[in-house]
């Protein structure tokens, strides 16, 4: 078995992304909202920005429940790609590279519209940081692993449709 197929979490298939992206889960969620030194939220606390945010929720969240169903069995939660994986370029795959990330900033910031925390939104940027440098990281794995993909890549935009 070679080391990239072994059973432990060595980092050679991205586990400590995996780490890092549950820490930055924890934090957006569960972490600090905000601190006395910081100045107060500026956005109108009215029921719309409420409603702005649980849309964005929704939204995102949707978008990553569909992404997971489009993998099926290829689903796995690192970022080194599965020796049983297809390229999938349908469905939220034809919208953006990245659906799965893309739907979790999504909802991510939704929530931190919701909760009206500094914290929140700077833990939401800095994990946006993060998906992008882990997105790089895996797309060298998918290039490597599919021929096709740099094709792939020209169509589709990583995270933001038609932007970026």
């Known amino acids: 078995m070679s080391e990239r197929q072994g059973g432990s979490w060595r980092g050679h298939r991205g586990e400590w992304y995996v780490v890092a992206q549950v820490v930055f889960m924890a934090?957006?969620?569960?972490?600090?909202?905000?601190?006395?030194?910081?100045?107060?939220w500026?956005?109108?606390?009215g029921r719309g920005w409420i409603v702005l945010g649980v849309l964005?929720?929704?939204?995102?969240?949707?978008?990553?429940?569909?992404?997971?169903?489009?993998?099926?069995?290829?689903?796995?939660?690192?970022?080194?790609?599965?020796?049983?994986?297809?390229?999938?370029?349908?469905?939220?795959?034809?919208v953006v590279r990245?659906?799965?990330y893309a739907g979790g900033l999504v909802l991510a910031f939704g929530w931190a519209l919701l909760v009206r925390g500094w914290l929140t939104l700077v833990y939401v940027l800095l994990f946006?940081?993060?998906?992008?440098?882990?997105?790089?990281?895996?797309?060298r794995w998918l290039r490597a692993r599919y021929p096709e993909y740099?094709?792939?890549?020209?169509?589709?935009?990583?995270?933001?449709p038609f932007v970026y």
Do not use: D, N, W
């Open 56 to 94: 964005l929720m929704l939204l995102g969240g949707s978008f990553l429940i569909i992404s997971i169903a489009y993998l099926r069995s290829a689903l796995t939660p690192l970022p080194y790609p599965t020796a049983r994986g297809t390229l999938i370029q349908s469905g939220p795959y034809a």
């Open 128 to 139: 946006a940081v993060f998906v992008t440098i882990k997105c790089r990281r895996e797309e």
């Open 27 to 40: 934090l957006i969620f569960f972490g600090p909202r905000s601190s006395p030194s910081l100045p107060v």
């Open 98 to 100: 990245h659906p799965m």
């Open 42 to 45: 500026p956005l109108p606390t």
């Open 150 to 160: 740099p094709a792939y890549e020209t169509r589709v935009r990583r995270l933001i």
